[in-house]
């Protein structure tokens, strides 16, 4: 056992049996280094990245390459999820250098944690051009003793050039029409008419690009936005990027066609899709959209939810395929012969219903279940009893295995989800699994100071802080479930932790965010982001929630910081509108108002209230916040002077200082809420 058995994160523990005598992210790891004046391995990745597994196999548990490294470096290993911050320093560096980047990370740096050599995964031997990770080290080792002038001179150019990298935010003005129209005409000549989605393989699921496509469509009308967003989501949910047995979305498409996914499934997905297909269906009534959110909420609490209430990271790609050997896919794909096996006289059925074919559309003649568009109509009594049997035979395949360690931010994510998805369709059971979540949150990854902590692990707190995504992600979380419960408490919480993004996080000269907070561990350079990659970025994430949050109260600096935060996608939107899609979707909400709507009732339970409030839900207004309670209560500020009508439940809809007239006609709110 090396010194990651004392860890709590699920990747290090698999690392803590490799010879390698690892060292976790540490200032002794460095100290360390400083006292053997050796160079440092940093080995970066996560528990359900199939490639990291490889490396780790072929590489790290090979006693002859651990015995070299163990010799003649310092090795930190990292997961890049309790630890965005390291990974997102590292890693544009390893792009800045290379061009590329990914998982599994592997940088070498001096012992004052400089990099000066820069790669992702190596092979045990020479292949593809890619030297042996072997022929690597040594390389390395050879430059760290005869040529150490040039390593350090290298090291602090490449320091120099990432500090040179700073954002030039100087609190632009926040996008206006023209901006987001140019940013929408971008996405239409990136859009894959024919597939849905947007550029080639691999192909990721544009989930925040798909909230600005309606929310767009929602102010202005534009069919065009609706119908991108509608085809690709349907695209995704009939190709096998979709679970078509057990609900949710695996990680992304190798191919363009959304055929063969790359198998894994991150909390984070499918917290953003469950969100965006409910959503659509918000939008449309789309039954598909109806069925594919509420079949990813019901796999994010039967796989991912934890004792605790909160909800793990992720399932892995690989799993056993039967024989001891790990294998990507194995769980999820079928052939002709074992369609035979389950089903008998239904299995042409079903091989003709999911596109089961005896050439395969993954490995070894085996199919990624699919729906494929196709002439005929099936049996919907016998495809469910098809998908019925399918899934209680894959249920006695070896499972893959789960990250269970609890992340703040994507909790964050999957409050929202299942709070709206829960209140679209009358699902209190999801509704509550969002209120687990939050507790949890509450309960243990905030401290006395309303500071949040990164990650959590069967009831303990992990050491690392929270990074900006939390903060927003989190705060947006609160803000879905305040809006859906009634319970002002989540918009109280939520406020204590936009008080930190103002004084922590924000640049009080120019308004821009940090990734890091003003008193986290100084890296050689503070990260700084407002694009997203597979989420929102923190950037935007914490503009969206201080937006809600001032829509809410009327506080003037949590609307001000907003505004200032949005000045990059000004900048960056037309640009770019593929890798700033939370922040163009904020900025609609922030040309629609965002509207305020306050229900007032006699009580909860009242029919009437209840109707009105799931009118207010359900209006499509983009990032409108929702209050609810009597004319009594101190829980939320928009329900100050709000008293009932004709002594029955009322709505009052404003925006931009204006109220409309409270009305008690449900019709006529939903009017409001969609013009």
């Known amino acids: 056992m090396n010194r990651l058995a004392h860890e709590t994160s699920p990747y290090l523990l698999q690392h803590a049996d490799n010879p390698v005598d690892w060292w976790p992210w540490s200032a002794e790891a460095f100290d360390r280094a400083r006292e053997t004046n050796r160079p440092v391995l940093l080995s970066v990745g996560y528990s359900s990245c199939h490639w990291c597994h490889v490396m780790a196999h072929e590489s790290f548990e090979d006693q002859a390459t651990a015995d070299y490294l163990n010799e003649h470096f310092v090795s930190v290993k990292v997961d890049r999820e309790e630890r965005p911050d390291v990974d997102a320093v590292y890693m544009e560096a390893v792009q800045a250098a290379t061009g590329q980047g990914g998982w599994p990370m592997t940088v070498f740096l001096t012992p004052d944690a400089e990099p000066f050599y820069f790669g992702t995964y190596f092979p045990p031997a020479p292949r593809h051009g890619m030297p042996s990770f072997r022929q690597v080290l040594e390389g390395v080792r050879a430059a760290w003793t005869d040529r150490r002038d040039e390593v350090t001179e290298v090291a602090g150019k490449i320091v120099h050039d990432l500090a040179e990298r700073e954002i030039g935010h100087q609190g632009a003005q926040p996008p206006g029409e023209q901006e987001l129209a140019q940013a929408l005409l971008g996405l239409t000549r990136e859009y894959d008419a024919q597939r849905g989605g947007f550029g080639g393989a691999p192909k990721f699921p544009p989930s925040m690009v798909i909230e600005f496509l309606l929310r767009h469509h929602a102010r202005t009308g534009s069919e065009g936005a609706l119908q991108m967003a509608a085809d690709t989501c349907e695209r995704m949910a009939r190709g096998g990027l979709y679970d078509q047995l057990g609900g949710g979305f695996a990680r992304y498409s190798v191919d363009r066609d959304w055929i063969v996914p790359h198998f894994e499934k991150m909390l984070y997905d499918n917290a953003l899709l469950c969100r965006a297909y409910a959503h659509l269906w918000r939008a449309t009534g789309s039954e598909l ?355 009932l009508v004709g002594g029955e439940a009322a709505a009052y809809v404003c925006r931009n200082f204006t109220c409309d007239a409270p009305t008690t006609d449900p019709e006529r709110l939903k009017t409001a809420l969609s013009s």
């Open 289 to 643: 959209a109806r069925r594919v959110a509420l079949e990813t909420a019901d796999f994010m609490v039967r796989e991912l939810r934890t004792d605790e209430g909160g909800f793990a990271s992720a399932l892995d790609a690989d799993s056993d395929d039967g024989t001891g050997k790990h294998v990507e896919g194995a769980y999820y794909v079928w052939t002709p012969a074992q369609l035979g096996e389950v089903l008998g006289a239904d299995a042409d059925l079903a091989a003709q219903y999911f596109g089961v074919t005896e050439a395969g559309t993954f490995e070894h003649g085996q199919s990624v279940l699919q729906l494929p568009q196709q002439e005929g109509v099936f049996d919907a009594e016998k495809v469910e009893s098809v998908k019925r049997r399918l899934l209680a035979e894959r249920a006695q395949r070896p499972a893959p295995g789960r990250d269970d360690k609890v992340v703040a931010a994507w909790n964050g994510l999957a409050v929202a989800a299942l709070a709206e998805t829960g209140a679209y369709f009358d699902r209190p059971d999801l509704v509550e699994a969002a209120v687990g979540a939050a507790d949890l949150l509450v309960r243990l990854h905030l401290d006395d100071h309303a500071r949040l902590a990164r990650t959590s692990r069967d009831g303990r707190a992990g050491a690392n802080a929270g990074v900006l995504e939390d903060y927003g992600d989190v705060a947006e979380g609160f803000l879905a479930l305040a809006s859906v419960t009634g319970e002002g408490v989540w918009l109280e919480f939520a406020g204590l932790l936009l008080d930190h993004v103002l004084v922590r996080f924000a640049d009080p000269e120019t308004g821009a965010l940090y990734d890091t907070a003003s008193d986290a561990e100084r890296l050689i350079r503070r990260p700084q982001d407002p694009t997203d990659n597979a989420t929102p970025s923190g950037w935007t994430a914490a503009a969206g929630a201080l937006l809600g949050y001032a829509a809410h109260t009327g506080s003037e600096p949590h609307r001000t910081a907003a505004e200032r935060a949005l000045g990059v996608v000004r900048t960056l939107g037309p640009r770019v509108p593929r890798f700033v899609g939370w922040g163009l979707a904020v900025a609609e909400a922030l040309l629609d108002g965002p509207r305020e709507v306050a229900i007032v009732g006699p009580d909860q339970r009242d029919s009437r209230t209840a109707v009105l409030h799931r009118t207010a839900l359900l209006g499509v207004a983009p990032g409108a916040v929702v209050a609810m309670g009597t004319p009594e209560s101190d829980e939320f500020p928009l329900l100050a002077g709000r008293p």
